[in-house]
C-alpha cells in the first residue's frame, strides 16, 4: 500500500513523500486527506490477495523508517524503482476480479513484424494530485497485461554542488521546468514509442546525480508518462496519444503534502508552508495550470473519479482494439492468400540420406526418448555446422610444419553468439558450445497462451554488447513462425542488425517460412526440413510432435 | 554441403577422373577448419577441438554411403513421414594410429557399431608397409567397412589395409575409407589398384599435415 500511494505524488515537493504508514496522527488534524489517502489505498492496494501488492511493493525496507530530510528524497527514488519496475518485470495481468501471474509480453507488432505504434497516454496534474493514482487504476481497468509506465521523476537534472545545497535548504525548486532534463525525455519516449528497449536513469535525491545503474524499459502495447509538467514541451505533446490532466483541488493537494511531510519527516508546518508558497504554488500557477488547455480530458478528485476513468479506459480499449491483432491466425491467412517462392535466404540443408534417415527417427511416433535425443542431438549438431558455414569468411595464410604456406580462410567475426527459445531451442544450447569455444547463450521465454493461442514473452536474458553480435537464434521447430519472429523483434530491439540473425531450426513449416521471411527480409533462416502444412493447432504436419515434450518427456499420458 | 560458397579444389579438379572419390563439399568454414588444422602455431587444445568438429562432419557425410531402403513411419500428429532406414551390417575399421582419433567421432554417431583394428608398420628405411596387427568382427565379410584414416600421404598403409580387408572376404565395393587429407598421389595409388572402393575425405592437397596423429595424441 505505502507503495501504491508512493507513487501518487512525484517529487514536484521535496515534501511530496509519500508514506501513509502512520496516518492516524494527524487524521484529526487533517481528517479530510487522510479520508482520501484510505480510500485509495483501500480500494486497490491494500487487500493483501491484491496482485499490485506484489510487485508494487519492492522497496527497501531500510529506506523505511529514515526521517531526515536526505531520506526523505531517497524515498522518492524509491519511488522511481517502483513505477520502472511496473512497466519491465510485472508480467501479471490484472483484472479487478482476479490476478493472473503467468501473462507474458503479447505481440507489439502486427504480422508484417513491424511494431504496432503503442498508444502514449500523458497525465499531467499539479503535485499531489493524484497522477500516479489514474494511472495505476488505469492499468488495472484496461487489463492489458503489458503497460510501460515512465515517470518524468527520472528526468530530474544534475545539480551542481551549490544547487545541491539549495536543496539541501530546500531552496531548490523541483517545480520548475528547467529542474527536468527535456532533451533525455524525449529522446527516452521517442524510443520507447519506437518499441525500443531504453535505458532510463535512476535518479539519486541525495547526491541529486544519476546513478551508475540505469532501469531497462520497453515500450509497451500502451505507455502511460507521468509528471508534473508532462504537457510542458511541444515536442512530448506531440508524440501524446491520449492528454490527461488531473485536476485536484489545492487545498486537498496541499493537506496531502502537509500530512505525509510533517507526520512522516518530522518536518514543521512552517517549513513546509514557506516551500508551499514560494515554490510548489507559484510553480503550479506559473508552468502546471496553465498546461490544462493541453489536454483532451481533465479529471476532477483525480483517482476517485470512477467515472472519468472509465471513459479513458473505454476509448483506449476501442483505440487498442484498432491497432492490435490476431497475430498467429493472420500469419496463417497471409501465408494462405499470398504464396510465393522460397526466398532466397532460406538456407535447406541438402537432404542428405543421412538427413532423411535421421528425421525417420526423430519423427517416429515409437520413438523411445533415448533415441529420440541421441538423433535430435545428431541432426542438431548438422544444422548448427551448417550455419556457421554460412558466416562470412576472409583470407587468411599460415604456416604449416610441413614448412610450406597454406591458404585457408578464418570467420571474420568472432563475435557470435547463440540466442534459444526456450524451451526446445535450449536443446540446440550444447551443440552450438560444441562448435564455439566460449560462445555466450542467451534465452527468451515465449509461451503461447493457451487462451488466445497468441505467444507471449515472459523471459529475456541477452548478452550484453548483443548488438555487435552475430546472433545465431535457436528453436526446434518453427510452425507458424509466431514465436520466432516475437524473438527476432525483442532482438531487433535491443539493436542487433537485421542481418545478423540467424534463425535455426530442426524442422519449419511452410507457412513459417514464409511468414518470417516476409517480416524480416535479411534474416537468414536455416533448417533441416521444410514441411508443407500446418494444422488447426498450429503443429507444423507430418511433423515431429511437441519437440520439448519428447525431448524432455513431459508429453501428457506417457 | 553449403549452397553459397561452394569454392574450387585444386586437388578434387586433378583427381575428378576417379570415380571412388567424394570431397566434402568445400565451404569456408570447413576451410578454415583445415587452416587451424595446418597452422603451426595453433595449440594442442585447439587442435584437437578443431580436428573432432572436422572428424565428426567426415564420418556423417560418409554415413551418406551406406545402404539404405524406404521407411514409412507415422509422427506423433498422425501424419506418413517417408523416410529411411540403414541396413543393419555396418563396421568400422580404424587403421592405428591415427585412425583412432576418429573413433568417437563414429561412435558418436553410431553407438553400438562394431570396431575392428589394423596396425601397419612401414619400414623406416625402404616405406614398406606391412601389416602387424588386424582384429575384425567375424562376420565382417558380410559388413560394410568404414575404413578410418585421417592423412594419406602416400597411400601405402591404406593400401594394405584394404588387402587385408580383403583377404578377410570383404567386397572392394563396400569399403569406404574416412580420411581428412590426401594427396593426389595417395589417391591414385589406393583407387588404380581398388578402383571400385570409395575414399570420402575432406581434401585434396599435395602437401599433407603429416603432423596430424603426433599432434592429436599429444606425442611430438
Not at chain 1, 533415441?371 to 544444422?383: A, G, H, N
Request: proline share 5%; aromatic share 8%; hydrophobic share 35%.
Amino acid at each position: 500500500m505505502t507503495a501504491k500511494i508512493n507513487t501518487l505524488d512525484p517529487p514536484s515537493s521535496a515534501s511530496s513523500d509519500s508514506d501513509i504508514e502512520i496516518q492516524t496522527e494527524l487524521s484529526e488534524v487533517f481528517p479530510d486527506a487522510d479520508e482520501i489517502d484510505e480510500e485509495k489505498s483501500g480500494d486497490f492496494y491494500q487487500t493483501p490477495a491484491s496482485p499490485i501488492t506484489v510487485p508494487y511493493c519492492p522497496r527497501p525496507a531500510s529506506t523505511g523508517s529514515q526521517k531526515s530530510p536526505r531520506s526523505r528524497r531517497q524515498r522518492t527514488t524509491s519511488i522511481n524503482q517502483t513505477t520502472q519496475n511496473k512497466g519491465v518485470t510485472e508480467s501479471i495481468l490484472r483484472t479487478p476480479q482476479r490476478t493472473i501471474y503467468t501473462a507474458g509480453r503479447p505481440p507489439w507488432y502486427n504480422c508484417e513484424g513491424q511494431k504496432v505504434e503503442p498508444f502514449v497516454i500523458g497525465i499531467c496534474g499539479g503535485s499531489a494530485s493524484g497522477k500516479t493514482t489514474v494511472a495505476q487504476k488505469i492499468i488495472e481497468s484496461l487489463g492489458v497485461p503489458w503497460v510501460t509506465l515512465l515517470s518524468m521523476d527520472s528526468f530530474y537534472k544534475v545539480l551542481n554542488e551549490k544547487q545541491h545545497d539549495m536543496a539541501g535548504r530546500n531552496e531548490y525548486n523541483f517545480d520548475h521546468p528547467d529542474a527536468f532534463d527535456f532533451d533525455l525525455l524525449i529522446a527516452t519516449l521517442q524510443r520507447l514509442k519506437e518499441g525500443r528497449k531504453v535505458e532510463v536513469p535512476v535518479y539519486n535525491f541525495v547526491t541529486h546525480s544519476r546513478e551508475a545503474r540505469t532501469k531497462t524499459m520497453y515500450g509497451a502495447n500502451v505507455i502511460i508518462f507521468e509528471g508534473i509538467l508532462t504537457f510542458h514541451h511541444p515536442k512530448v505533446v506531440e508524440m501524446l496519444d491520449m492528454k490527461i490532466f488531473v485536476d485536484t483541488d489545492a487545498d486537498v493537494r496541499l493537506a496531502r503534502r502537509l500530512k505525509r511531510d510533517i507526520s512522516q519527516r518530522g518536518r514543521d508546518l512552517e517549513g513546509v508552508l514557506k516551500q508551499y508558497t514560494g515554490m510548489v504554488q507559484p510553480s503550479f500557477n506559473h508552468y502546471i495550470a496553465p498546461l490544462m488547455s493541453h489536454a483532451d480530458i481533465i479529471v476532477p478528485r483525480g483517482g476517485e473519479n470512477e467515472v472519468a476513468i472509465q471513459l479513458i479506459v473505454q476509448h483506449v480499449q476501442t483505440q487498442l482494439q484498432l491497432r492490435g491483432l490476431k497475430l498467429r491466425e493472420e500469419l496463417v491467412a497471409a501465408y494462405a492468400t499470398n504464396k510465393q517462392p522460397r526466398p532466397d535466404t532460406v538456407k535447406l540443408l541438402p537432404t542428405t540420406p543421412q538427413i532423411r534417415g535421421l528425421h525417420t527417427f526423430i519423427r517416429n511416433k515409437d520413438t523411445p526418448r533415448d533415441e529420440f535425443i541421441f538423433y535430435s542431438k545428431r541432426l542438431i549438431r548438422l544444422v548448427i555446422e551448417y550455419t556457421l558455414s554460412l558466416m562470412t569468411f576472409v583470407d587468411k595464410t599460415v604456416e604449416t610444419p610441413q614448412g610450406v604456406l597454406y591458404n585457408g580462410k578464418r570467420m571474420a567475426t568472432n563475435n557470435i553468439c547463440g540466442v534459444s527459445i526456450l524451451r526446445a531451442g535450449e536443446t540446440m544450447e550444447q551443440a552450438v558450445c560444441d562448435v564455439c569455444k566460449d560462445i555466450r547463450i542467451g534465452k527468451i521465454l515465449i509461451q503461447t497462451n493457451l487462451q488466445t493461442g497468441e505467444p507471449e514473452l515472459y523471459y529475456l536474458r541477452l548478452p550484453k554488447d548483443i548488438k555487435d553480435f552475430k546472433v545465431i537464434l535457436m528453436d526446434a521447430t518453427v510452425a507458424t513462425g509466431a514465436a520466432a519472429i516475437m524473438a527476432i523483434r525483442v532482438l531487433l530491439d535491443h539493436d542487433v542488425l537485421e542481418s545478423n540473425i540467424l534463425i535455426v531450426s530442426l524442422l519449419m513449416a511452410e507457412s513459417g517460412v514464409q511468414s518470417i521471411a516476409y517480416a524480416f527480409p535479411k534474416v537468414t533462416i536455416v533448417t533441416t526440413a521444410i514441411d508443407p502444412e500446418i494444422n488447426g493447432r498450429f503443429h507444423v504436419m507430418p511433423g515431429i510432435g511437441n519437440f520439448g515434450d519428447r525431448y524432455f518427456g513431459t508429453e501428457p499420458n506417457c | 554441403m553449403g549452397s553459397q560458397d561452394i569454392e574450387f579444389n585444386g586437388g578434387y579438379e586433378y583427381c575428378k577422373g576417379y570415380k571412388g572419390l567424394h570431397v566434402l563439399q568445400s565451404h569456408h568454414q570447413i576451410r578454415e577448419l583445415q587452416t587451424i588444422l595446418r597452422d603451426k602455431n595453433t595449440s594442442r587444445s585447439d587442435f584437437k577441438f578443431y580436428a573432432d568438429r572436422l572428424i565428426r562432419l567426415v564420418i556423417e557425410d560418409s554415413l551418406n554411403q551406406l545402404p539404405f531402403t524406404d521407411c514409412n513411419v507415422v509422427t506423433p500428429t498422425g501424419a506418413t513421414y517417408d523416410g529411411l532406414k540403414y541396413k543393419s551390417g555396418n563396421c568400422g575399421v580404424s587403421i592405428v594410429r591415427s585412425g583412432e582419433s576418429m573413433e568417437q567421432g563414429l561412435r558418436d554417431c553410431c553407438r553400438s557399431i562394431r570396431i575392428g583394428k589394423i596396425l601397419v608398420e612401414s619400414d623406416a628405411d625402404t616405406h614398406e608397409a606391412k601389416v602387424v596387427y588386424a582384429r575384425f568382427p567375424e562376420d565382417i565379410a558380410n559388413r560394410h567397412v568404414l575404413l578410418m584414416y585421417p592423412i594419406m600421404s602416400t597411400g601405402n598403409t591404406v593400401s594394405k589395409a584394404v588387402n587385408v580387408l580383403l583377404e578377410h572376404g570383404v567386397k572392394e565395393e563396400c569399403i569406404i575409407l574416412s580420411n581428412l587429407f590426401c594427396t593426389p598421389q595417395a589417391v591414385q595409388t589406393v583407387l588404380d589398384v581398388y578402383p571400385k572402393m570409395k575414399i570420402l575425405t575432406s581434401e585434396v592437397h599435395p602437401v599433407a599435415p603429416n603432423h596430424f596423429g603426433q599432434k592429436y595424441f599429444g606425442t611430438d
